[in-house]
């Protein structure tokens, strides 16, 4: 198995541009997680996803932020327009959920490096 | 969600045992233990995870009191490539909460 597997893996991007993360989850998992890492904040889930439906964004910090998730295989994380504040390390895992209210193990992917200048 | 408080650090020598405790005092009848580690510049990766009785597997060994306010994780013999931050998480549903973990370090 392939793994959860992100895009870019790295990102360097000026204050203002649209950047854009992929994630395609692994084959059979039902469940996708977005989370983002700095030094200060540690690592926090932004949004996750059930079956392609989001089921809480609370994490997301701001309108900025948005997620989709088109189809079993491919999500995407946008920031628009980006700030220097949103540099950090973003990771997305996936589960294979088995119901509400289930504990599943989740699979990270490598995460993508993301710089704002 | 539960809180956890963990050793900001620890060491161990290549070989020996490693053992990380945590304290989980606030968790609820419903929440499983669960341990992920990190590795530097990797994503999170599961190690194993319980709910009352111990467990082991190809990784690791777990220990849960039998109150369940505290656990152990157990590395029965380090190596080099286990130095990483270590999060003890309590989970009862689909969310994961990290907190700031124990970074092991296995020296030579």
Redesign the interface.
């Known amino acids: 198995d392939a793994g959860v597997i992100q895009s870019p893996r790295h990102e360097v991007t000026e204050m203002g541009q649209e950047v854009t993360l992929r994630c395609k989850p692994i084959s059979g998992h039902n469940s996708l997680f977005w989370y983002r890492q700095t030094m200060m904040r540690g690592l926090e889930l932004l949004i996750y996803f059930n079956n392609n439906v989001p089921i809480d964004d609370s994490g997301m910090p701001e309108d900025r932020f948005s997620a989709k998730m088109p189809n079993a295989s491919f999500s995407t994380l946008k920031i628009q327009p980006s700030e220097p504040r949103d540099s950090a390390v973003y990771f997305c895992a996936s589960s294979l959920a088995r119901g509400t209210g289930t504990t599943d193990t989740q699979y990270f992917g490598p995460g993508t490096r993301l710089t704002v200048l | 969600d539960a809180k956890t408080t963990q050793p900001t650090s620890m060491d161990c020598a290549e070989g020996r045992a490693a053992n990380l405790p945590c304290n989980h005092s606030t968790i609820s009848g419903?929440e499983?233990v669960?341990w992920y580690r990190?590795i530097h510049s990797?994503?999170?990766?599961?190690i194993i995870?319980g709910l009352k009785n111990n467990e082991t597997n190809e990784m690791a060994s777990l220990i849960i009191t039998e109150d369940r306010k505290s656990s152990t994780l157990i590395l029965p013999h380090a190596t080099l490539r286990d130095t990483a931050v270590y999060y003890c998480i309590p989970?009862?549903?689909?969310?994961?909460?990290?907190?700031?973990g124990t970074r092991l370090t296995i020296n030579p």
């Open positions: 419903n499983y669960y990190q990797q994503g999170p990766q599961y995870h989970q009862g549903a689909q969310k994961l909460v990290f907190g700031q």
